[in-house]
């Protein structure tokens, strides 16, 4: 008999923020992802199948860390260029991962405005 995994996949990720709207802002328009709700302060957005919360920091809690989100564009070339003329600050040139026939898989991080480093990950046509 073969056993199931205990998890079965990554439901939701939390944020805590110093300005929940701006940072709401910036996961909306900057990013594009799509508002689910908002309820009591917080706001989740879909991503995948995954949900993200953002919502305000508790007294004590910090903001940023060592957590980092991957993001899988649709369109690596047109996701870093929106990114670009937006002005976020990319960290790094691209980095390859893998290669594969006609495609390789990069990486590419930068920071959200309070420090949450976050990341493009996905395949390129080459």
Request: charged share 15%.
């Amino acid at each position: 008999m073969t056993s199931q995994p205990l998890i079965s996949g990554i439901a939701q990720i939390a944020l805590a923020s110093a300005d929940p709207i701006a940072l709401v802002a910036f996961y909306r328009d900057t990013l594009g992802l799509p508002v689910l709700f908002e309820t009591n302060g917080m706001t989740f957005f879909q991503s995948g199948a995954t949900r993200l919360m953002i919502g305000q920091a508790q007294p004590g809690q910090t903001i940023g860390g060592d957590t980092v989100i991957y993001f899988e564009p649709r369109d690596w070339s047109a996701a870093e260029a929106k990114l670009e003329q937006a002005g976020i600050a990319l960290l790094h040139p691209a980095q390859k991962l893998q290669e594969a026939p006609g495609r390789e898989l990069m990486l590419r991080a930068f920071k959200d405005p309070e420090g949450h480093t976050l990341a493009l990950m996905g395949w390129r046509a080459i």
